[in-house]
């Protein structure tokens, strides 16, 4: 079984900076891609950035000069620095990964996601 587990969400001011974390663990023989998405109250789930597992990045255009995506593949983690926070950035951060699993000897691919993390902008 894979985890996958976010932190550092939380309450700043607009203008502020936050730093997202998200662990995978469990069974992972590798990870392709990583990926952060958000969920703001009464919107649909929309991708923030993601990156692939030679680093190639990739930036919603509403985030684009304001976050970065990064990884550190030993540590199978993905980070999402936050700057120039907005009200508009006020979501539900989730991680996505894309997992090559090994549990009993069978390999499978498959996409995992992680329980969420608030992040709120106050103005």
């Known amino acids: 079984q894979v985890q996958l587990v976010e932190s550092g969400g939380g309450l700043v001011q607009a203008g502020g900076s936050l730093e997202l974390s998200c662990a995978a663990s469990g069974s992972i023989f590798s990870i392709n891609a990583m990926g952060w998405y958000r969920q703001a109250p009464g919107k649909q789930r929309e991708l923030v950035a993601s990156?692939?597992?030679?680093?190639?990045?990739n930036y919603a255009d509403s985030v684009k000069g304001r976050f970065t995506i990064s990884r550190d593949n030993a540590k199978n983690t993905v980070y999402l620095q936050m700057n120039s926070l907005k009200p508009e950035d006020t979501a539900v951060y989730y991680c996505?990964?894309?997992?090559?699993?090994?549990?009993?000897?069978?390999?499978?691919?498959?996409?995992?996601w992680g329980k969420g993390t608030l992040v709120t902008v106050s103005s």
């Open positions: 990156i692939t597992k030679r680093s190639s990045t």
């Open positions: 996505n990964a894309d997992v090559v699993a090994v549990r009993a000897g069978i390999i499978s691919n498959m996409d995992y």
